[in-house]
Every structure is written in structure tokens, then in C-alpha cells.
């Protein structure tokens, strides 16, 4: 009766069985397995085809049973080639972030320190500035008398003051953050870049360069009037450029992660509105 089936090719040369390829939020993983009899030549053949694989990047297993040898060799991307090389291929993944940022009680992006006339707010700055002279429990000033420079305004300026003694001096704002990442292999021929770190992206100009995929686009937040006793000092809305992240997840497996924080930028300080 012939074993050929159970014991392999009686020929002196490797046989490579079916391939398989897997894909993962991790990206392509390309299974390669080859048998061979298990004498001596043939073992030496597969131990040298699964040092050959793990010189290259594959994790390998080799196992030996009723006459046969075999190694499976498990490359972290697609080896069937194409589009598929290591050197190229990555995993993308975008996320829309809900991050905080604090801004002072008296700025204006506080919905109750809006409506306050900029005089109360200055006059509420100084009296901070000198609150030993002066008693606001409870609205009723004694020792030096509280003068609202505008009456119109002065109850919610006393409410800003009142609040900032008792220690609620910050105003808490929550600003998007998108994240780019990009799960690669070790030979990934296209390194982090830092070319545009701390520039501002407008909206537009992020989709266009950066490709952000449609479905994740309705998070994008829609720009605030800018009041007119700031828009003198060269103020943007945008999304301002972190550096970027590299991170090993595996033995061949790493992350570039770039992110962006939307928020007001001085274009004096940061640049022109890219």
C-alpha cells in the first residue's frame, strides 16, 4: 500500500502546501507552510526554509509527526506580493475624540462671562487683584464699596466674581481631537513624519491632504464667532498639529499615530492658516 500521503513526497525537495491569508484590525497575516519526509536531508531542509522565513520577519513552527516535517511560516503582512509588500502596506484607523481644555471663568467662551460688559470683567480682575479690601459674601459688599463701571451687567459680573473666590476660577470648554493611526509592519518604508508639527489645518485642508474618511467627518466642529475686541489679533480656528507617536506593538507589528487638536490659534505665534 502506498504512504505517500502520510509520510510526504518521497522526493528529496520540500513540498509548499495550500498558503493561507487572515486579515485582522491588525492588518494581512500570510500563512506559508511547506513539508517535507522526515530524514535527516529533509528535516535539515525545513530547519533551513524556517530560518530563512524567520530572517525575514515570520514567526515559524516547525513539527514533526508519522514520517513528515513541517514548518509554518507566519508573515505579518501579505506575502502573496502587490500591493501587499511590508514595506507599504499599512492598517489605517481614524477616531473623533472628546477631549477638555479650561479656560479662565472671565473669558469669553464662558456662556455667563459673554453677556458681562469688558468693564466689569477688568473692574472684577482688580478688585481680585485686591479682594483683602474688599467683603462680596453673599452680593453685599462692605470695607470698600463694590462700583460696577456698567450697572446694566454688574449681577452677572458679581456672579463671576462671587464664583472665582469661592474657587470656581475656570470655565471648562470640550474640544475635539482626531486621531490617525496607522498600524504597520518593521520594514514600513514611510517613517513618521514632524514636517508640519505645531502648524494649523483648516477643516478643508485636513480632509483634502490627510484623506479623513466620510463617516467620521460629522465631527467635525463648525467655528465660533470670534468677538470683535479679539479678531484684531490674528486669531483661526484649526486643528493644531501634535507630533507624532511610534509605538512596537510586536515583534514586527508597530503604530504611527498622529493626532490634531481643534481649538483658537494666533497665526502670529502658530503661522498662516495652512
Not at 502587490?82 to 489605517?92: D, Q
Not at 456662556?111 to 453685599?140: C, E, F, H, W
Not at 502648524?199 to 470670534?226: C, D, E, H, M, Q
Not at 507617536?245 to 510586536?250: F, G, R, Y
Amino acid at each position: 500500500m502506498s504512504t505517500a500521503v502520510l509520510t510526504g513526497s518521497p522526493t528529496p525537495v520540500s513540498q509548499l502546501q495550500p498558503p493561507s491569508l487572515d486579515y485582522t484590525e491588525r492588518g494581512w497575516t500570510a500563512t506559508i507552510p511547506y513539508e517535507d519526509v522526515a530524514s535527516t536531508s529533509g528535516i535539515n531542509r525545513i530547519l533551513a526554509i524556517a530560518n530563512a522565513a524567520y530572517l525575514s520577519g515570520a514567526r515559524v513552527s516547525v513539527k514533526q509527526s508519522y514520517g513528515k516535517v513541517r514548518v509554518e511560516s507566519v508573515y505579518p503582512w501579505d506575502f502573496s506580493g502587490g500591493s501587499g509588500s511590508p514595506a507599504t502596506e499599512f492598517v489605517p484607523l481614524w477616531e473623533m475624540i472628546s477631549k477638555k481644555a479650561e479656560v479662565s471663568i472671565f473669558d469669553w467662551k464662558n456662556p455667563l462671562a459673554a453677556n458681562v460688559d469688558l468693564s466689569n470683567i477688568a473692574y472684577a480682575k482688580n478688585v481680585i487683584q485686591n479682594i483683602s479690601t474688599y467683603n462680596i459674601n453673599g452680593g453685599n459688599p462692605s470695607g470698600t464699596a463694590l462700583a460696577w463701571p456698567d450697572s446694566g451687567t454688574q449681577t452677572a459680573a458679581l456672579e463671576l466674581l462671587s464664583l472665582y473666590v469661592n474657587d470656581v476660577t475656570s470655565y471648562n470648554l470640550f474640544v475635539p481631537e482626531l486621531h490617525f493611526t496607522q498600524t504597520v509592519n518593521s520594514q514600513y518604508v514611510f517613517p513618521a513624519s514632524f514636517s508640519n508639527t505645531g502648524r494649523i489645518y483648516s477643516s478643508t485642508t485636513l480632509k483634502s491632504v490627510f484623506s479623513v474618511p466620510g463617516n467620521i467627518l460629522f465631527g467635525f466642529p463648525i467655528a465660533s464667532s470670534i468677538p470683535s475686541y479679539i479678531s484684531s489679533f490674528n486669531l483661526v480656528y484649526g486643528w493644531f498639529t501634535n507630533g507624532p507617536e511610534v509605538k512596537q506593538i510586536s515583534g514586527f507589528k508597530w503604530q504611527i499615530v498622529q493626532t490634531w487638536e481643534w481649538g483658537l490659534w494666533s497665526t502670529d505665534m502658530y503661522g498662516t492658516l495652512l
